[in-house]
């Protein structure tokens, strides 16, 4: 008799929680410890999503809980008005990390910062119109949910006035085509904004992105999209906001994957992997922004705004990322995480696609690579067959793709959990293409 059907567990927890979007696993999770969670008979299960996507030194870290307690006696939550030494430090900490973004805001998650971002773009710009990719999450309040397009949408009355999308490059399902086959980015980033143009009442404010659309199905942008998207807004007085709630701090293999690109944008989110699974999130922007938006009398905070208790986690964050080299770490784990998923691309039929950057990457199941015909069912099937086994993955289901796996393990995952969770993948893709 396994102790996860606690019949008055799941009694309570069915009478009284509200059903706010994915099912509920089938477990009770009882603890959690560097890429392990544990349910309630003690199994271990491998958690390849770093719990929400932020776990990003894995459960329990020594520090993280050392920071934890140590603040918790001092102090945790203060008004808004007031500043403690985590906060400045952890402010000049992350404006030395992104040159030329030199003014930082403490919030909580990355709809709030992202609900900011926008606030401040509006106010600086004197337009309200905002731009987002047809795949989107930038979260489920106001503004953010407005520029959120994967999911969510039917149901709750008008989005926010000026919301416009364009479609995100799809290097696996190009919407435009080069004479090799291979996508045609620019052309299909020139025609979107023609639409934009078309559309817009000369109010356009910002452009928001994800360097990589997670719950898109892990969408890289191309290397040069973001310059010609920089410059897209640029020509039309709007600024560029970018939203690294899950590519920021080391997971793409720089500490922030606009990095690797050389654009820096006007307004940087993060939240998620800052707080390293604790409520922590951050708008950076320009003094020249910064200053406008005072100016302008910018109003933005919150009951958490600038708390020391995350603050000091998210400097701690930042001291073991430097300290125990895991931006690198995240490029060499993600290599080998790589080649492992290039090899079940090659043993089995239904893996249509791998892509992403470091320890964010995207494993997409179809019918068949001829025809890509989206395979929900079977990437249903092996994600149960995974969760059986002992690895905890998601799969994102958007109408126009196949199920894509969303795999990313925290940045202090080992090899032999890479190799274990891959020996997973194959036992269940095995398993669940068998009818077994």
Request: charged share 20%; hydrophobic share 45%; glycine share 10%.
């Amino acid at each position: 008799m396994t102790l996860n059907a606690d019949t008055d567990f799941w009694a309570s927890a069915n009478t009284h929680l509200t059903r706010y979007g994915p099912s509920f696993e089938s477990v009770i999770i009882e603890r959690a410890a560097g890429s392990f969670v544990y349910d309630a008979d003690g199994r271990a299960i491998l958690d390849f999503t770093s719990g929400q996507m932020s776990a990003v030194l894995g459960h329990t870290h020594p520090d993280i809980v050392a920071t934890v307690a140590r603040q918790m006696g001092a102090v945790a939550h203060l008004f808004s008005g007031m500043l403690s030494r985590p906060v400045v430090t952890l402010a000049e900490r992350l404006a030395a990390l992104a040159p030329g973004l030199g003014r930082v805001q403490l919030l909580t998650t990355g709809a709030e910062a992202n609900e900011a971002a926008i606030r401040m773009a509006k106010l600086v710009t004197g337009g309200h119109e905002i731009v987002a990719f047809a795949q989107s999450w930038h979260g489920m309040t106001g503004a953010a949910a407005s520029a959120t397009y994967s999911a969510g949408r039917r149901g709750y009355g008008p989005a926010a006035v000026g919301s416009f999308v364009i479609p995100a490059p799809n290097a696996y399902r190009p919407r435009f085509k080069t004479a090799d086959g291979s996508n045609d980015w620019q052309t299909e980033l020139d025609d979107a904004f023609a639409l934009i143009d078309s559309q817009s009442t000369g109010n356009l404010a910002a452009f928001i992105a994800e360097p990589i659309l997670s719950s898109g199905g892990i969408l890289e942008l191309p290397l040069g999209y973001l310059a010609a998207l920089k410059r897209k807004c640029e020509q039309r007085g709007m600024l560029l906001i970018l939203d690294e709630a899950q590519t920021g701090i080391g997971r793409t293999g720089h500490m922030f994957a606009f990095e690797r690109d050389g654009v820096v944008p006007d307004i940087l989110t993060l939240s998620k992997t800052l707080g390293a699974g604790l409520p922590l999130a951050a708008v950076m922007t320009t003094q020249a922004i910064e200053q406008a938006a005072f100016e302008r009398g910018f109003l933005f905070y919150t009951t958490h705004v600038s708390d020391p208790l995350p603050a000091a986690v998210g400097v701690t964050v930042l001291d073991v990322v430097a300290r125990d080299g895991l931006v690198a770490q995240a490029t060499a784990r993600g290599d080998r995480l790589r080649d492992g998923l290039l090899s079940l691309q090659q043993r089995f039929e239904c893996v249509g696609d791998v892509r992403g950057r470091g320890l964010l990457l995207g494993l997409e199941i179809v019918v068949d690579r001829q025809s890509k015909a989206p395979g929900f069912e079977l990437g249903a099937r092996i994600m149960e067959e995974t969760m059986r086994r002992g690895l905890s993955m998601n799969i994102v289901k958007l109408p126009s793709m196949g199920g894509v796996f969303r795999i990313a393990p925290p940045l202090t995952v080992s090899e032999a959990e890479i190799d274990r969770g891959l020996e997973i993948m194959s036992e269940a893709i095995q398993a669940a293409t068998n009818g077994r």
